[in-house]
């Protein structure tokens, strides 16, 4: 009878112990997450565009961060197309100094255009994969830089260009 006593009490002691301590470690974590992302608007002579696009980073320490991100967008050019651009993205962060970070983030997107029944086009689904490798200058919570997409293919891409300015905003 002692010895279940005991045991129970031990059970108890490990399980409290194990319950603080898993706290302690998600308390942890997630003051080590950050959050930032884009919106784009652009708009003119019949064309619509909007972007919604959320990230989240882990910061490892004052040099490494890795993180993941998710991309909407939905473009329409009156009485031509309409695009819808879904996907994701995994980004590493790398500051060289506080002011200095370099980027690697591999996106793959799956782009489905509609195009008007009048241009006799077929209509795209496909998936547009990019590799980006960036630098910018950081200064608090933002990075302005340049990027440039290793994997561009001019026929798939959705940007018109390797090239790419940025800019980052993480809280």
Known sequence: MKSKIIGILLLTFLACSFSGNTQENQNQFWKNVRYGGGLGLNFGNGFFGATIAPS????????IALGVGLNATFNNQKDVYKTTVLGGSIIGLYNIIPEIQLSGEFEQLNVSRRYDIRL????????????????????????????????????????????????????
Request: aromatic content about 24%.
């Open 120 to 171: 006799n086009t077929a209509d795209d689904n496909y998936w547009s994969p990019a590799l980006f490798l960036g630098a910018g200058f950081r200064s608090g919570n933002i990075i302005f830089g340049v990027r440039y997409n290793v994997l561009h293919d001019s026929n798939k891409s959705i940007y018109l260009d390797p090239w790419a300015p940025f800019v980052r905003f993480f809280f």
């Open 56 to 63: 989240a980073i882990y910061q490892f320490n004052n040099h």
